[in-house]
């Protein structure tokens, strides 16, 4: 039994959130129909409080799905003929990449460029295709802890005005600011800075999109989970086609509101960046371990990736499991030589400050 976990997802959960759950449960939130007036106003705060929280601005609507992969999916079927159009994807990692796959089932024509592993492209210099109607991008990738910079992203909006830009924030939104109105679809999952239990995600489009997805109804697969289907039921009554998450829902929008009374994205990014100076001040003095991502303006702030010799990766791990505390893994080429530390929302600053003991071996 933990105490602590620095895994990358699912997060932490504090006690807060178990409060909520218990308060779900009192209030019998967990039998409600998705149909009552009760799911609508736990629904509309829920957006609410979210849209406010992410400083989302005017124009842009939120939509739930079941994870960061239905989002994936969606995002393509809502921008893209699956026919005569095609998508191209910047992959940082193995998640980023991921999405191509997607778009490969899907049967879609798309392009793909990776970048050697734990570094990041030079945006400047890749040659997205003219005829490419999607462009996918990934803020923060959860394998390698490389992130994008708001100059990446400043950069493809006015290089790439005519395509659709879709970004994969599922591990960077909640815990730093994010400037929506740069591109077209984000996507993410709760699971991770947001610090709620795994089941829940959350696609949010512009009014571009909606347009595009109403008029691929007729070409593309688009489901029970279409965009245009959704938007109907969202824009009259916050509610969903089909049964939701409603607790996660109802989560969220506690984390939320709760969040909003302190400060907001504001306040948490401050304490997103104060974890991430503490570790950085503690790797810079070891000599045992260092970060996988050199450039620290392109290293996450809330997935830091570690590197060491094997040997010491399995000492950490076991100190740690001294203390109940869980260690995120290496990923792919690094998973035996490497450590992933969540700088999630959840995980606080005294939680960060036994790190020293752990990577003082």
Known sequence: MHSITFNPGPSQITSQVYNDIRHACDEKLLEISHRSPRFNELSEKT???LA?????????????????????EQALLSTTNIQTEKTFHIGLGSFSEKWAKIADR???????????????????NIEVPSDVTTLCVCHNETSTGVRMRDEDL???R????????AVDITSSAGAVK????????????????????????????NQRVLEKARSLQSINPLGAFGLPYQEEKMR?????????????????GEQCERWNKIGGIQEIERQ?????????????????????????????????????????????HTKASEHNIILGSGYGDFKSTGIRIANFPSVGMKDFKILEKILYL
Not at 52 to 72: C, M, N, R, V
Not at 194 to 201: E, I, K, N, V, Y
């Open 47 to 49: 957006i609410t409080e």
């Open 52 to 72: 406010k929280y992410l400083e989302l601005p005017d124009g842009y609507e939120i939509f739930y799905t079941s994870s960061a992969h239905q989002g994936w």
């Open 106 to 124: 899907l049967g879609y024509d798309f392009g793909l460029e990776s970048v050697p592993y734990a570094q990041a492209p030079d945006y400047q």
């Open 154 to 156: 400043v950069y493809l």
């Open 158 to 165: 006015s290089a790439y005005p005519e395509q659709f830009i």
């Open 178 to 205: 994010i400037d929506f109105s740069l591109a077209d679809a984000w996507l993410f999952s709760v699971q991770k800075a947001f610090g709620l239990p795994a089941g829940l995600g959350i696609l949010i489009v």
């Open 236 to 252: 009259t009554k916050f509610q969903t086609p089909a049964t939701p998450n409603v607790l996660s829902i109802f989560l969220l």
């Open 272 to 316: 997103t960046d104060e974890k991430y100076a503490y570790l950085e001040c503690l790797v810079k003095k070891s000599e045992k371990s260092e970060f996988l991502v050199k450039n620290p303006a392109v290293r996450s702030r809330t997935v830091m990736a570690l590197r060491a010799n094997e040997e010491i990766v399995k000492q950490a």
